[in-house]
């Protein structure tokens, strides 16, 4: 190998090392932008409607854990990016029917609904897993799970 090979071999290495610090550095500020979105879109929903009804959590390149035992929940909306996400739901009851917005892009969500609820799942599901072990009742309050799912995988079960 001669100088000058060498050197565009180290050139290179130096050009895809600050190349992945950079994305990484990308990553980092759109994560915590997101964070701080995700904060302000919250508290201004709770300022403007304190009594409303639903939940909104956010997943962006982590695993959240979300476990609701309010009572008084008709719905939830959850988005996820490139995360793992359990929804524990069985603590709520549902003396109505009910409501999950779920949107996901390459990732795993877990829901754990109560007993006693029927759950019926539709939505735009792309190249996406979708597993739920509920029994069928049409006698009992249903959830509904709109998904809009692109490379996910998304678990129903219910609560023992």
Known sequence: M?????????????????LILFILFIEAVTAAVLKVLEYFKTKKADEENPTRDFKEFFNFLGRKDVTLSDSNVSGVITK????????DLSGVSFKEDGFIS???????????????????????????????????????????????????SVYVTTAE
């Not at 001669?2 to 290495?13: D, M, Q, R, V």
């Not at 996820?80 to 359990?86: E, H, P, V």
Request: charged fraction near 20%; include cysteine.
């Open 2 to 18: 001669n100088k000058e090979s060498s050197s565009k071999t180290s050139g290179l290495k130096r050009f895809i090392r600050r």
């Open 80 to 87: 996820n990016i490139m995360g793992a996400t359990s929804l």
């Open 102 to 152: 779920l949107s996901a892009l390459c990732s795993a969500v877990y829901i754990v609904v109560p007993a006693g609820v029927n759950v019926k799942i539709d939505g735009l599901i792309k190249a996406s897993r979708v597993e739920c072990d509920v029994p069928e009742d049409s006698t009992l309050p249903t959830l509904y799970i709109a998904s809009k799912l692109t490379c996910s």
